[in-house]
């Protein structure tokens, strides 16, 4: 039952990333182990729409970790836990919670022996620049207990790249590239300390590959020059060697056509969706205190008063003029819908 649940939550959240992105593309996607145990690591930097993107673009079901700070409110925690959401403790959220980890950890553990799909972030926050930032070794002590606990488990090492156009923008599009998976037992040699310097090398490395490395030693210097060749970012290999050639042979992004239609499209969206939209910029995005949120909250906005409002709409349309006119003004409003986010 439970997995029927999450099957329709699963698509209701894929029909809504689909309205939402102008485009998702996603590479080498046949390496998701189907019945293996696999960690999936992946790079951190769009709030709650990272894990969401995960989700829907693979057919097996995951557990979460989630900084825990989003579990505050006991009926969201309720809402995550029913998401297999796990709750993770960082320094911030006071010393006297880090221990609350090692039930947590247990708990992966536990899972990955019953191969079970784990998805963590190993940067261990999250940030919008475009770069993997040092490794947390959580993830380590999650790999290296597994095997020592039990060490019959196949489990694999899955690295994921997201690369987002904007995340700060709308319609915003994204790529998203799956690695070359790893077997732990192939790299860990059962000596703690210099496993765990491996594998945070091995997994930096790997999602270097996958994703824009800026340096962050010259990270506002490097962006301007990015920005201003109009890079590809979701095309973060080609990015990556533009900048090991010193900003030389860059691949810019295709050139925007009929613009202003867009922006007609656009417009005319905004207005059949004006409550919707006034939630939006009057109400929840001058709470969002941290950049990284803002796609976050703009999705469930869309996902969830977006269809309330259209049906509500329709059905005084309907009441008041005819059901035949409700039905071309749905259908009428996701054309507009489909050419102002896809056009």
């Not at 019945?35 to 969401?52: F, T, Y």
């Not at 732990?184 to 945070?200: P, S, Y």
């Amino acid at each position: 039952m439970k997995y029927i649940f999450l099957s329709i939550v699963r698509g209701y959240m894929k029909l809504g990333m689909f309205f939402y992105f102008k485009k998702i593309t996603v590479y080498n996607q046949e390496r998701m182990p189907k019945d293996k145990s696999v960690l999936i690591l992946s790079n951190h930097q769009n709030g709650l729409v990272d894990p969401l993107l995960i989700a829907v673009t693979c057919k097996r079901f995951f557990h979460f970790l989630t900084r825990a700070g989003v579990f505050k409110k006991p009926a969201l925690a309720k809402l995550f836990h029913v998401f297999q959401m796990l709750p993770v403790y960082r320094i911030r959220d006071g010393w006297g919670n880090l221990t609350n980890n090692n039930a947590i950890f247990e708990k992966c553990t536990k899972l990955l022996s019953q191969d079970e799909a784990v998805v963590i972030f190993p940067e261990g926050g999250h940030d919008l620049k475009r770069t993997i930032r040092p490794l947390s070794k959580g993830f380590t002590r999650i790999v290296l207990d597994t095997l020592k606990k039990h060490p019959e488990t196949d489990l694999q090492l899955l690295p994921v790249g997201l690369n987002y156009e904007d995340p700060l923008m709308f319609p915003d599009s994204v790529s998203i590239f799956y690695g070359e998976p790893i077997k732990a037992r192939a790299i860990c040699t059962g000596e703690r300390n210099q496993d765990l310097v491996h594998l945070k090398s091995r997994v930096q490395a790997e999602l270097s590959e996958l994703t824009t490395v800026v340096p962050l030693e010259t990270y506002s210097e490097s962006l301007s020059k990015l920005e201003a060749l109009n890079v590809d970012y979701l095309k973060p290999q080609a990015v990556n060697t533009c900048i090991k050639n010193n900003f030389q042979s860059p691949v810019p992004k295709p050139k925007e056509t009929f613009v202003g239609l867009k922006k007609l499209f656009r417009r005319l969206l905004i207005i059949n969706y004006i409550m919707p939209y006034l939630v939006w910029k009057r109400y929840a995005q001058p709470k969002i205190k941290e950049l990284e949120f803002v796609a976050t909250f703009r999705f469930a906005v869309t996902i969830v008063l977006g269809p309330l409002w259209l049906l509500l709409t329709a059905l005084i349309l309907g009441l008041c003029f005819g059901w035949l006119l409700a039905l071309i003004y749905v259908a009428l409003s996701l054309t507009v819908v489909l050419l102002a986010v896809k056009f």
